[in-house]
């Protein structure tokens, strides 16, 4: 039996956004002379409470330094949230695809992401190219989580059987198979054409 697919869900940092954590962890680890390995393992690990909306980052840097005996830096803002406006950048190769997609099939996405980066997303004016975006903060939870895709499947009134997600993290990605969603591991955006093209042959 041959399932069609509905809908595509694109992951947006690490695929359609050119970021990620690991420069803030090594100023961070430079600066104050930590292990770079331990403070992202850390970090990473502290992170899911702003993502999932239960705490601020402000909050989650004050338990990280706190756990590390160190004193919290006043200027959060500069840390956080200039450091993603300086650097986030769009990959203009995978939102072209997007665009094409968008053409035929539902398009969406699922963002772990805490509420000070997601309004530089918003302000940015990356999030009009989809039919709806799920920010993890909003809904408290997130990937790889099964609620969290259940709730896309949901909003897009589509089964899991009908829907590719796209993620560069792999445990994100094996999450939503677990719910029965097909999964791509997004390595860069010719890759992810060609391994597209196995579930929806030819689009634009």
Not at 23 to 36: G, N, R, S, T, V
Not at 118 to 126: L, T
Not at 156 to 162: C, D, G, N
């Amino acid at each position: 039996m041959i399932i069609l697919i509905k809908a595509v869900v694109f992951d947006l940092g690490g695929v359609l956004i050119k970021w990620s954590d690991d420069p803030i962890w090594e100023y961070i680890a430079k600066k104050y002379c930590l292990d770079f390995e331990r403070t992202k393992l850390r970090l990473d690990y502290l992170l899911a409470g702003p993502e999932s909306g239960s705490i601020s980052y402000k909050r989650m840097f004050k338990d990280f330094f706190n756990s590390v005996g160190l004193s919290p830096p006043r200027d959060y803002k500069s840390l956080w949230v200039d450091k993603f406006e300086k650097g986030a950048k769009i990959d203009e190769r995978v939102l072209n695809l997007v665009k094409q997609l968008r053409k035929k099939y539902k398009v969406a996405a699922i963002s772990n992401i805490e509420n000070a980066h997601a309004k530089v997303v918003r302000k940015r004016g990356w999030l009009k190219h989809f039919d709806f975006v799920l920010f993890s903060y909003r809904v408290g939870t997130v990937k790889p989580f099964g609620k969290i895709y259940k709730i896309a499947l949901k909003k897009l009134k589509v089964s899991p059987r009908e829907t590719v997600f796209i993620d560069n993290s792999s445990k994100n990605v094996i999450g939503a198979r677990k719910v029965g969603i097909n999964g791509i591991l997004f390595k860069n955006a010719p890759q992810l054409e060609k391994d597209l093209k196995k579930y929806l042959g030819f689009y634009g």
